[in-house]
């Protein structure tokens, strides 16, 4: 797909905003495409939202149903209360699960990233049948991919004193963001500052921070999943695309080659940018996608 073919289907392809209530949480959502097409659901990380695939979904609209909803407390998801709502991967899988069962998904696509990723592994995970293929951008699933830049958190992880958190209270703020979408990048000029201005905005709401805290914390639980993750994998054999940026100082490329143990025939693939790879490599890594969908997906 050349970049005036996604140029031509996103004028053929509109995209739709929308909104479904799963249990407390008002789920917001991007949809493209022709809903009887396969579907590809995309799910983000931090700090990011469905936004982060703008130019990705109406390219793959052409021939899938596209559906990239924002996860709770991201984007323009709401945001329950610490009280009213569980700050967990598990409680976040949950949700999107149960998202994709109101929307009467039964098989979907998945392309993941970052924390976008330990949601989407938890699904496929527990139902295996639905998944048909996987793309992940910079979407962890082995240890030797925990960067050096994971040591702070990882002191949270084992000790979750007030202290250790405090020692994390520059994360979720909108000068780290920033520093996330540019680190990595030998042209920082070719990054727009939508992604991580938006963002920024989302994380200075009151309440917001704190929450990603919680998410960073129980971010172990992840790690601890990998072995079973692994295991999918191998007795799956899902079609797999990694698309990595290779300069992430978050998810090393050993993460990415890991793969390669589990699924032989995965396709992994490096680009010289850093953890938001589309943002820098879009015109690249947006064919990749298509042609990878247009191959496993029938």
Same mark, same amino acid.
Not at 18 to 44: S, W
Not at 51 to 69: G, N, S, T
Not at 119 to 147: D, K
Not at 150 to 156: D, G, Q
């Given at each position: 797909?050349?970049?005036?073919?996604?140029?031509?289907?996103?004028?053929?392809?509109?995209?739709?905003?929308?909104?479904?209530?799963?249990?407390?949480?008002?789920?917001?959502?991007?949809?493209?495409?022709?809903?009887?097409?396969?579907?590809?659901?995309?799910?983000?990380?931090?700090?990011?939202?469905?936004?982060?695939?703008?130019?990705?979904?109406?390219?793959?609209?052409?021939?899938?149903?596209?559906?990239?909803?924002?996860?709770?407390?991201?984007?323009?998801?709401?945001?329950?209360?610490?009280?009213?709502?569980?700050?967990?991967?598990?409680?976040?899988?949950?949700?999107?699960?149960?998202?994709?069962?109101?929307?009467?998904?039964?098989?979907?696509?998945?392309?993941?990233?970052?924390?976008?990723?330990?949601?989407?592994?938890?699904?496929?995970?527990?139902?295996?049948?639905?998944?048909?293929?996987?793309?992940?951008?910079?979407?962890?699933?082995?240890?030797?991919?925990?960067?050096?830049?994971?040591?702070?958190?990882?002191?949270?992880?084992?000790?979750?004193?007030?202290?250790?958190?405090?020692?994390?209270?520059?994360? %979720?703020?909108? *000068?780290? !963001?920033?520093?996330?979408? $540019?680190?990595?990048? &030998?042209?920082?000029?070719?990054?727009? =500052? +939508?992604?991580?201005?938006?963002?920024?905005?989302?994380?200075?709401? %009151?309440?917001? *921070?704190? !929450?990603?805290?919680?998410? $960073?914390?129980?971010? &172990?639980?992840?790690?601890?999943?990998? =072995? +079973?993750?692994?295991?999918?994998?191998?007795?799956?054999?899902?079609?797999?695309?990694?698309?990595?940026?290779?300069?992430?100082?978050?998810?090393?490329? &050993?993460?990415?080659?890991?793969?390669?143990? +589990?699924?032989?025939?995965?396709?992994?693939?490096?680009?010289?940018?850093?953890?938001?790879?589309?943002?820098?490599?879009?015109?690249?890594?947006?064919? &990749?996608?298509?042609?990878?969908?247009?191959?496993?997906?029938?």
């Amino acid at each position: 797909m050349t970049v005036s073919h996604s140029i031509a289907a996103a004028a053929v392809n509109p995209v739709h905003y929308r909104y479904e209530q799963v249990d407390n949480v008002k789920i917001f959502y991007r949809e493209a495409g022709n809903p009887k097409a396969p579907t590809i659901m995309l799910l983000h990380g931090f700090a990011a939202s469905s936004f982060m695939f703008r130019d990705l979904i109406p390219a793959l609209a052409d021939r899938y149903h596209v559906i990239a909803p924002d996860l709770p407390a991201f984007g323009f998801t709401e945001a329950p209360a610490r009280d009213e709502y569980a700050y967990t991967f598990n409680q976040l899988a949950k949700t999107i699960g149960l998202f994709t069962e109101q929307l009467k998904l039964t098989t979907y696509a998945l392309m993941v990233h970052d924390y976008g990723a330990p949601v989407g592994w938890r699904l496929a995970f527990a139902h295996p049948q639905r998944v048909t293929a996987i793309i992940s951008q910079n979407g962890n699933a082995y240890e030797e991919g925990l960067g050096e830049s994971w040591a702070p958190i990882r002191k949270y992880w084992h000790e979750p004193t007030q202290q250790n958190r405090h020692a994390l209270h520059d994360f %979720p703020t909108p *000068a780290s !963001i920033k520093w996330q979408y $540019l680190e990595g990048v &030998a042209d920082k000029s070719s990054v727009s =500052p +939508d992604g991580y201005t938006l963002e920024g905005v989302q994380i200075s709401r %009151p309440g917001n *921070a704190d !929450i990603q805290l919680d998410l $960073l914390l129980d971010y &172990a639980s992840n790690v601890a999943m990998y =072995p +079973d993750f692994q295991k999918y994998f191998r007795e799956v054999q899902p079609p797999l695309l990694a698309v990595w940026g290779k300069n992430d100082p978050f998810f090393l490329p &050993a993460g990415a080659e890991a793969w390669k143990r +589990d699924l032989p025939n995965a396709d992994v693939r490096f680009y010289d940018t850093g953890h938001f790879a589309l943002e820098t490599h879009g015109k690249e890594i947006i064919p &990749a996608i298509h042609a990878f969908l247009d191959k496993n997906i029938q």
